[in-house]
């Protein structure tokens, strides 16, 4: 295990085009950090760097105290999961898990051992004569974890591992990332675009946007307090309210999320919602719709208990003054009120 560190990490491609805007972070031995962000964002070519897939324009990259700017990805102690699993098809799961290791040089009982303490933790032991072909796609992932935890690397990078998945499949996967990283502890940088994923997994995550971190922070404490309108507006599903407003004479963002609106008695309220759709989940039920006449106000989304029946028509709500966040009209930025 080890500690990584990002100082001030750039990428250009051409004098132009810059996909890598100065990125920095102190990662602590044995954390989960995810770096989460729409397509585009830089998210992974960030990862690739730490890897050594990709070079690096400026700044420092350094794992256990070591900068590994110039060294080759064998040579950084790493280990990388991919989203495709990128299994040998003609080989056993036995056999991928240990090819690496052969490469590598290992003894024939060494070899054995990580192997079979690797599918042991990921209960594959049954599975290490079959082929890819025979497996379910968890069982694939499983084994491309596998063949990165038999390296017994510093650190272990995630690159969207879980995308190919189904969605009950990748929430079973989720809990067994999470228990993995309890058993070994090892420092993981794990990429996704998925918020449900980084919510759950990470220690801390770096929410990027256009190459820039927008904001570094634990979960809950993004999702509770975001720095910028782009937080605001990437996190949580819907997303927050964001409303044209003014504080103390001053141009700003109204923000509020969806579950702290809360119906009431047409005195009582902040506001109107003019009702264009109603989404029934179950547990809940989503409302959305618009601020002022003829659809020309604010798009507003509302949260209610399943308990609340909502009908088409206006829906008057409330919002408690602690749960208002106020944000900069023209750069975004957080005003602390």
């Known amino acids: 295990m080890a500690a990584v560190s990002l100082r001030d990490v750039r990428k250009s491609y051409t004098s132009d085009l810059q ?29 690739r760097m730490v890897a050594g897939l990709e070079t690096i324009t400026a700044g420092e990259i350094a794992i256990g105290g070591r900068v590994v700017n110039n060294l080759e990805p064998k040579d950084r102690d790493i280990a990388m999961v991919f989203q495709n699993y990128a299994l040998y098809p003609h080989m056993s799961v036995y056999d991928n898990m240990a090819y690496g290791l052969r490469i590598r040089g290992l003894s024939k009982e060494d070899i054995d051992a990580r192997v079979q303490k ?18 379910s796609g968890g069982q694939r992932q499983r084994v491309a974890m596998g063949r990165a935890i038999v390296r017994e690397p510093q650190v272990f990078l995630f690159d969207e591992p879980l995308s190919n998945l189904d969605a009950k499949l990748r929430v079973q996967m989720r809990g067994e990332l999470r228990a993995l990283h309890r058993r ?57 309210n964001l409303i044209p407003s003014k504080l103390n004479g001053r141009d700003v963002l109204l923000g509020v999320r969806p579950e702290h609106l809360e119906p009431c008695a047409q005195a009582e309220a902040n506001m109107t919602v003019d009702i264009d759709l109603i989404e029934p989940l179950g547990s809940d039920t989503l409302v959305y719709g618009h601020l002022g006449a003829n659809g020309t106000g604010a798009r507003v989304a509302v949260r209610l208990h ?17 749960r208002v966040h106020y944000f900069d009209a023209q750069t975004g930025q957080r005003i602390e009120a």
């Open 19 to 47: 996909v890598i805007h100065g990125v920095s972070m102190e990662i602590a031995d044995g954390e989960f950090i995810v770096i989460l962000g729409p397509s585009g964002c830089g998210k992974s070519t960030l990862l």
């Open 118 to 135: 690797a599918a042991g933790i990921l209960e594959l032991a049954r599975f290490l004569g079959r082929k890819p072909r025979e497996l």
């Open 184 to 240: 070994l502890g090892t420092t993981s940088l794990f990429v996704t675009h998925d918020q449900v994923e980084a919510m759950t997994l990470a220690h801390r995550m770096i929410v990027m946007n256009a190459g820039r971190t927008e904001q570094i922070g634990a979960p809950l404490e993004v999702y509770a307090k975001p720095a910028t309108t782009f937080v605001a507006g990437f996190i949580g599903s819907p997303p927050m």
């Open 306 to 322: 399943q308990s609340v029946d909502a009908r088409t028509g206006h829906l008057p709500v409330r919002y408690g003054p602690a």
